[in-house]
Nanobody
């Protein structure tokens, strides 16, 4: 069973930075595709960024040039470096893992939530104006 634990959320002023972490356990992390999603109050969960098993990445247009997704396979951790934060980035941020049944590397970089099999509990990010 794969478990994901996010950390690093908090309150920051507009223009500031935060780095979110997602620590994974329970399987061969290096084979996973990992994604970050967010959900603001009253809104649907939306895609933020994803990275596949060979570290190819894909970002949502809303965060391009500001957010970077990085993975450290030695630490079983994926990070979301968030710079130039805006009040509209305020949301609960969720980490997700796409794990292939056979444990084979995941080359997909999915932006759809239903492509992921495991989710973390979320971490709150609040950006004040």
């Amino acid at each position: 069973q794969v478990q994901l634990v996010e950390s690093g959320g908090g309150l920051v002023q507009a223009g500031g930075s935060l780095r979110l972490s997602c620590a994974a356990s329970g399987g061969p992390f290096s084979s996973y595709a990992m994604g970050w999603f967010r959900q603001a109050p009253g809104k649907e969960r939306e895609f933020v960024a994803a990275i596949n098993s060979i570290a190819a990445t894909y970002n949502a247009d809303s965060v391009k040039g500001r957010f970077t997704i990085i993975r450290d396979n030695a630490k079983n951790t994926v990070y979301l470096q968030m710079n130039s934060l805006k009040p509209e980035d305020t949301a609960v941020y969720y980490c997700a893992a796409r794990v292939n049944v056979a444990g084979t590397p995941s080359f997909a970089i999915p932006s759809f939530a239903n492509a992921y099999n495991y989710w973390g509990q979320g971490t709150q990010v609040t950006v004040s104006s």
